[in-house]
Nanobody
Framework: EVQLAESGGGMVQPGGSLRLSCAAS????????MSWVRQAPGKRPEWVSA????????RYTDSVKGRFTITRDNAKNTLTLQMNSLSPEDMALYYC????????WGTGDYWGQGNQVTVST
């Protein structure tokens, strides 16, 4: 059974940092691209970042470029999203997703449960 388990969310002040992790199991992690997607209350899901299977190609939505970094460790079946200089506009539920050639980057066929990121004073 494919499972994506996220961790690392929480509350931080503006300008702070958080690191999200996504532990994958039930499939060959190194065979799939991965994405991060977020959804703020009352808004549509927004693609944040994506990474290819070996981690040498990444992409970011414009609003997080230079602040967020996506990485993966195929030996540990783990996807991470380092988020720096957080602002209230980044506050959302963050999901990791397994991307496929059919789904494309920015969405996926399996999703984690979501991890809340709150940015507030």
């Amino acid at each position: 059974e494919v499972q994506l388990a996220e961790s690392g969310g929480g509350m931080v002040q503006p300008g702070g940092s958080l690191r999200l992790s996504c532990a994958a199991s039930g499939y060959t992690f190194s065979s799939y691209d991965m994405s991060w997607v977020r959804q703020a209350p009352g808004k549509r899901p927004e693609w944040v970042s994506a990474i290819n299977i070996i981690g040498d190609s990444t992409r970011y939505t414009d609003s997080v470029k230079g602040r967020f970094t996506i990485t993966r460790d195929n030996a540990k079946n783990t996807l991470t999203l380092q988020m720096n200089s957080l602002s209230p506009e980044d506050m959302a539920l963050y999901y990791c997703a397994r991307s496929t050639p059919t789904t494309g980057w920015g969405t996926g066929d399996y999703w984690g449960q979501g991890n809340q990121v709150t940015v507030s004073t």
